[in-house]
């Protein structure tokens, strides 16, 4: 597949195509780079978490760039994006946000979180 993405100034939508074949692919991504050179931006892993540190993006616009990065798309349901899980509280009908509990422990992987599990994956 190819992927384009567009900017908030363009006026077309991101866009996932589909090919039967890799030479396909190539001719088009060619082609669309070369006619496109001047408006192609590059960005890295180190640009997004620039602007997610002075925060300029957010929290989630940052993951979903970390995914696209690593070649995971929300255009493609053979993918998926990757987030953390980060919710501890599965009981309450609704989630006090303010409260840490709320929350599991970033410091630890999932399968650490529980004591019973971490002992059988030990």
């Given at each position: 597949?190819?992927?384009?993405?567009?900017?908030?100034?363009?006026l077309?939508?991101d866009?996932?195509?589909?090919?039967?074949?890799?030479?396909?692919?190539?001719?088009v991504?060619f082609?669309?780079?070369?006619?496109?050179?001047?408006?192609?931006?590059?960005?890295?892993?180190?640009?997004?978490?620039?602007?997610?540190?002075?925060?300029?993006?957010?929290?989630?616009?940052?993951?979903?760039?970390?995914?696209n990065?690593?070649?995971?798309?929300?255009?493609?349901?053979?993918?998926?994006p990757?987030?953390?899980?980060?919710?501890?509280?599965?009981?309450?009908?609704?989630?006090?946000?303010?409260?840490?509990?709320t929350f599991?422990?970033?410091?630890?992987?999932?399968?650490?979180?529980n004591?019973?599990r971490l002992?059988?994956?030990?």
């Amino acid at each position: 597949g190819l992927e384009v993405f567009c900017t908030e100034n363009d006026l077309c939508s991101d866009i996932y195509l589909k090919f039967y074949n890799t030479e396909d692919r190539d001719n088009v991504y060619f082609y669309v780079s070369t006619y496109l050179e001047n408006h192609i931006t590059e960005h890295t892993a180190e640009s997004y978490m620039l602007q997610w540190q002075r925060g300029h993006i957010s929290n989630y616009q940052y993951l979903l760039h970390l995914n696209n990065l690593a070649d995971r798309s929300c255009n493609d349901l053979s993918q998926y994006p990757v987030f953390p899980w980060i919710i501890a509280d599965y009981s309450s009908s609704e989630l006090d946000l303010t409260n840490p509990e709320t929350f599991r422990d970033l410091s630890k992987p999932v399968g650490a979180l529980n004591k019973e599990r971490l002992e059988r994956l030990l």
